[in-house]
């Protein structure tokens, strides 16, 4: 199984399901991100609201940091399962 391979998430039932989990929580995370944003960029338009438009920004920033972590670990979970069509394949050679 090679790494970020996209058919990675189709190679059994419970790597679809796997997929689906972390492709949520990123679609999660991307809405939070985004949301954050635009709060955040109204905020500033009124001076005293200007460090809750600050704070916007910095946790808009940890979710798109977030992002590709999200990834990583879906990632290494598809590892954690293993892939054992590959391992039956070559048994049969």
């Not at 997929?19 to 005293?48: H, Q, R, W």
């Not at 399962?81 to 050679?93: T, W």
Request: proline share 3%.
């Amino acid at each position: 199984m090679s790494f970020f391979d996209p058919s990675n998430g189709t190679k059994s039932e419970r790597h679809r399901k796997v997929y689906a989990f972390y492709e949520f929580a990123f679609t999660i995370v991307d809405f939070s991100a985004a949301i954050l944003f635009f709060v955040g960029s109204i905020l500033f338009f009124y001076k005293p609201l200007e460090n809750a438009a600050i704070w916007c920004f910095v946790i808009g920033s940890a979710c798109f940091a977030a992002k590709p972590t999200i990834r990583v670990i879906r990632e290494l979970h598809y590892i954690s399962i293993g892939d054992y069509s590959d391992l039956a394949k070559a048994g049969q050679q």
